[in-house]
């Protein structure tokens, strides 16, 4: 089974950015379909972004829509969050997953997980 290693959280200031990066364990990485996930302290685990196993689809959350952007690099196994004009609001504990079972997803049905990286955005 597939297991994910999110990397590249730290602390900016608001207007940063910063790229996380999952790395994938396994060779058939190119079929799943990859999501970022965030949980604040005192709030559910909510979606960002999601993109197809080609990376040619992508969504978005509202609350990062221009500002975020997935992208994926089935040679290296591995998805990224691209996030820019950072906000203390975007301060969470961000999670990528992979799903085997749907090509895109938007809710959270996928079948593995991360560890989570902690994104701190100070004012």
Known sequence: ???????GGGLVQAGG???LSCAASGRTFRSYAMGWFRQAPGK??????????????????????????TSRDNAKNTVYLQMNSLKPEDTAVYYCAASYQFSILTTSEYDRWGQGTQVTVSS
């Open 1 to 7: 089974q597939v297991q994910l290693v999110e990397s």
């Open 44 to 69: 559910e685990r909510e979606f960002v972004a999601a993109i197809n196993w080609s990376g040619g689809t992508t969504y978005y959350a509202d609350s990062v829509k221009g500002r975020f952007t």
């Open 17 to 19: 950015s910063l790229r």
